[in-house]
Nanobody, 125 residues
Framework: QLQLVESGGGLVQPGGSLRLSCAASGFTLNYYAIGWFRQAPGKEREGVSCISKSSIRTTYADSVKGRFTISRDNAKNTVYLQMNSLKPEDTAIYYC??????????????????WGQGTQVTVSS
């Protein structure tokens, strides 16, 4: 069964850090571009970051640039999203997704083949 599983979410105070993981089972992540998305209550899903198959290209939304870092560990078949200096407006469910076709990567959600179930991130004092 092809599956993506996110983990690492939780409750953190403003200014804190979390590292989200996106682990794959049933397929090899290094053949896919990976995107991180988030959706807050009452808002549309937003592309946060992405990383290309080769890891050469990474993209970040303006709202997280300089605070979030995406990376992949092919040996662990896992992609990470390191989130620093978290703000209350980062509160959302975070999803990862895998795209087999893109040569680069994109933060638009169309064209992604597999999606995880999401992990909740809450930033609050």
């Amino acid at each position: 069964q092809l599956q993506l599983v996110e983990s690492g979410g939780g409750l953190v105070q403003p200014g804190g850090s979390l590292r989200l993981s996106c682990a794959a089972s049933g397929f090899t992540l290094n053949y896919y571009a990976i995107g991180w998305f988030r959706q807050a209550p009452g808002k549309e899903r937003e592309g946060v970051s992405c990383i290309s198959k080769s890891s050469i290209r990474t993209t970040y939304a303006d709202s997280v640039k300089g605070r979030f870092t995406i990376s992949r560990d092919n040996a662990k078949n896992t992609v990470y999203l390191q989130m620093n200096s978290l703000k209350p407006e980062d509160t959302a469910i975070y999803y990862c997704a895998a795209d087999a076709r893109s040569l680069g990567c994109k933060t638009a959600s169309d064209g992604y083949d597999y999606w995880g179930q999401g992990t909740q991130v809450t930033v609050s004092s």
